[in-house]
């Protein structure tokens, strides 16, 4: 990746491409650079906007992570990256991201992705370990997992740290904990690695 942003970094295309690789395999600090730089020549671009958010939350930056779902706060994946940031982050607004993943639920495009569809049900799962509903933590986890095995290692993995913070926040600190690890084992170079990882060595 270094040789190409040597070479031909100036090229927002390649500043967008780089960026998506280093938030994949797991640094999203690096990605929130390029994003920054690609969006200031694509305003707008779904994929900048939805890089950004994500890259944020990963990093527990709520607040910026808002500032950059601004710019497209209609389209599916900013909201479902928002969700994750209000619900999961330092800083979230854990009643704005419930809010967003129950408005999300009627939005007509969420159905035309897997991976979105998975995303959204952990993202659920999320929500109902800050109600106290253990059961409905486990039962969308459950439905989570389901799909989870059509999708993609990397996804995989980020489905399960999604799931392992569901479960810390109900309490299970044990389950989340082997469920983080398993998002490790998944995708080991991975951006839901990467949090999973961070997320385990916090749980002590």
């Known amino acids: 990746m270094a040789p190409l ?10 500043r967008k491409i780089g960026a998506e690789i280093l938030y994949a395999s797991g640094d999203p600090l690096s990605a929130a650079t390029l994003f920054e730089q690609a969006a200031k020549r694509q305003t707008g671009d779904p994929a900048v906007v939805v890089g950004l958010v994500a890259s944020y939350a990963a990093l527990n930056r709520a607040g910026d992570a ?27 607004d854990p009643g704005r991201g419930a809010a967003l993943v129950a408005e999300i639920a009627k939005d007509p495009d969420l159905a035309r992705s897997a991976e979105r569809i998975g995303m959204h049900h952990a993202l659920e799962a999320i929500v109902a370990a800050r109600s106290d509903d253990r059961d409905g933590v486990r039962a969308k986890l459950r439905t989570t997992d ?21 479960l810390r926040e109900a309490g299970l600190v044990d389950d989340a904990r082997a469920t983080f690890a398993l998002a490790m084992e998944a995708s080991p170079e991975s951006i839901g690695a990467a949090l999973a990882r961070r997320e385990r060595a916090n749980l002590g």
């Open 5 to 14: 942003l040597g070479r031909f970094g100036s090229v927002t295309l390649v």
């Open 66 to 92: 808002r500032r950059s779902a601004a710019v497209l706060p209609g389209h599916v994946d900013v909201r479902l990256a928002l969700a994750w940031s209000e619900l999961a982050v330092l800083g979230g």
């Open 146 to 166: 389901a799909g989870a095995a059509k999708l993609r290692a990397g996804d995989r993995a980020f489905l399960r740290y999604l799931g392992g913070v569901a």
